[in-house]
C-alpha cells in the first residue's frame, strides 16, 4: 500500500477504532451487557470491527432505555435526566431505593427540601402527605421523569428492573388491553412470553376484558390496566402513584391485597392519601409536608409512637365509684362514663395508666371485664406529625 492510500484510509481506521473504543467504554460501565455476557462482548467488539461494536450499542441502547408509564408506551419525547447515580448497591442491607439531600425548589416554599429517603429492599412503602407536600414530585425524580436541583438517587437494582405506574395512565384508545401489556412485554422484558400477559392481566382481574378495547374502560379498569403493563415486566421495583385512586371499595381491597401480597418479592413504593389503606398494606411509611421528610420508618413504630394514653375499661356492675376515683387521680386528664358499665380514661402518660388504672380497679373491688388501651390509627400518628393537616 502507498503512501497515499494509507493516510486516505487513516481517518476510516480511526473511526473505526473510536467507535470500538467507545463501545468498550459503555461495556465496561454498564451494569450488565444485552443478551450476552460481558465477556463475550468484549472480544466480539474488537474483533469483528466495527459491526461488533455497532451491534452492542444498538442493543444496548434498547435495553437501557427510560422506564416507561405503566411500562408500556414509550415516552414521545426523552425525559430530561434526573441527577442519577443508580449502580446496583452490593448487601442484602442495602436499601432498594436511597436518596441523599434531594431538592427540587419550585420556589415560594414549594418543592422538595434535602430528603434523604430510605427504602428498605422487599417493604411495601407508603408516601403520605398533606396537599403539595411533594409526593408526585418526589415519584417523578425518582422515575426519572422530573430533574432534580441538587441530590442524587440511588436504585439498588437497574432502571430496566423498575416499573412505573402513574395515577392516571393513558393508552392508545383502539389498542384492546392485551395489546397494551402486550406492547409493554416487547418494550420491557421480550425473552418473556405471552403467558406473562395474560398472568399480568388476570393478576390486575382483566382477564375477561383482555379483549376489549381500552378506549372503552372505567378510570378504574384503566386503573389496573396499567399496573398490568408495569408488572408484565416481572420487575423488582415498583413504584405506584396513587393507585387506589380511582378504584370503588372493592376494587380497592383487591388491588390493596394485590400491592400485599407484593411483599418479599418485590419492593413497592405508592403514594396515597388514603391513611387506612396505607396503614393496611404499607409496613414503612415516609411522612412528607412541605417537601420535608418529617418522619420514616415502620408503620408500627409510627402509630405506637401516637399512641394516645387512653383506655377502655369495661365493668360488670356500677362503674361510678370507679369513674369518681379515676377523676380524684393527679395523672388522669380526663374519666368519660358510658352506658353499660364502660368507662373512657384518657392519662397524662401511656406508663401512668398502665400503673396506676389497675390500682384503683383494685382499690374499689371493681367486677373488671376488660381494660384495653384504646390504639391509635396512622391517622392519628399523622395528623400529630403534620399539625392537624389533612392528607391529600
Ligand atoms: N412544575 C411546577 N412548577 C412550580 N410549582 C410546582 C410544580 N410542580 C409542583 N409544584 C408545586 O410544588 C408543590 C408540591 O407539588 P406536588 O405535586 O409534588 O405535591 P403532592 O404532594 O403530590 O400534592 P397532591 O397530593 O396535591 O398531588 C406544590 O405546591 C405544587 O404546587
Not at 436499601?95 to 430510605?118: E, I, K, S, W
Not at 374519666?335 to 390500682?359: K, Q, S, Y
Amino acid at each position: 500500500m502507498d503512501r497515499t492510500t494509507a493516510l486516505a484510509l487513516l481517518p476510516v481506521a480511526l473511526l473505526l477504532v473510536g467507535l470500538a473504543a467507545y463501545a468498550l467504554v459503555r461495556l465496561a460501565r454498564a451494569e450488565r451487557a444485552p443478551y450476552l455476557p460481558k465477556w463475550v462482548w468484549a472480544p466480539l467488539i474488537v474483533l469483528s470491527m466495527p459491526w461488533g461494536a455497532v451491534a452492542y450499542l444498538l442493543l444496548a441502547r434498547g435495553s437501557t432505555g427510560p422506564v416507561t408509564a405503566g411500562g408500556a408506551v414509550p415516552p414521545t419525547t426523552p425525559p430530561a435526566p434526573p441527577v442519577l447515580s443508580p449502580g446496583p448497591q452490593s448487601g442484602t442491607d442495602a436499601p432498594m431505593v436511597a436518596t441523599h439531600g434531594l431538592t427540587r425548589d419550585y420556589g415560594a416554599g414549594a418543592g422538595l427540601f434535602g430528603v434523604d429517603l430510605r427504602v428498605p429492599r422487599g417493604v411495601v412503602y407508603g408516601l403520605v402527605g398533606p396537599n403539595g407536600a411533594g409526593k408526585s414530585t418526589l415519584l417523578s425524580i425518582l422515575t426519572g421523569t422530573r430533574r432534580a436541583d441538587s441530590g442524587t438517587v440511588e436504585l439498588g437494582v437497574p432502571r430496566t428492573a423498575v416499573a412505573v405506574c402513574p395515577d392516571v395512565p393513558e393508552f392508545e384508545p383502539w389498542l384492546t388491553a392485551y395489546e397494551v401489556v402486550d406492547l409493554a412485554r416487547h418494550y420491557v422484558a421480550p425473552r418473556l412470553g405471552p403467558g406473562a400477559v395474560w398472568d399480568a392481566l388476570r393478576l390486575t382481574g382483566l382477564g375477561d376484558a383482555a379483549g376489549r378495547r381500552v378506549g372503552g374502560f372505567s378510570r378504574g379498569m384503566t386503573q389496573r390496566l396499567g399496573l398490568a403493563a408495569a408488572l408484565v415486566g416481572d420487575p423488582e421495583l415498583l413504584l405506584l402513584d396513587e393507585p387506589t385512586s380511582a378504584l370503588d371499595p372493592a376494587g380497592r381491597a383487591e388491588m390493596l391485597d394485590l400491592v400485599a401480597a407484593m411483599r418479599g418479592r418485590r419492593t413497592v413504593v405508592f403514594s396515597s392519601h388514603i391513611l387506612a389503606d396505607v396503614q393496611r398494606v404499607a409496613d414503612h411509611v415516609g411522612v412528607l409536608r412541605a417537601g420535608v421528610l418529617l418522619y420514616q420508618g415502620s408503620t408500627r413504630t409510627l402509630v405506637d409512637e401516637h399512641l394516645a394514653p387512653r383506655w377502655l375499661i369495661r365493668l360488670s356492675g356500677a362503674a361510678e365509684d370507679v369513674a369518681g376515683k379515676l377523676r380524684a387521680q393527679p395523672w388522669v386528664r380526663r374519666v368519660e362514663l358510658r352506658d353499660a358499665g364502660e368507662i373512657r380514661v384518657d392519662a397524662d402518660t401511656m406508663r401512668h395508666g398502665e400503673r396506676g388504672i389497675p390500682e384503683v380497679l383494685a382499690s374499689c373491688g371493681a367486677g373488671l371485664v376488660a381494660c384495653e388501651p384504646l390504639a391509635a390509627d396512622l391517622e392519628t400518628a399523622f395528623l400529630a406529625l403534620t399539625n392537624g393537616q389533612e392528607p391529600s
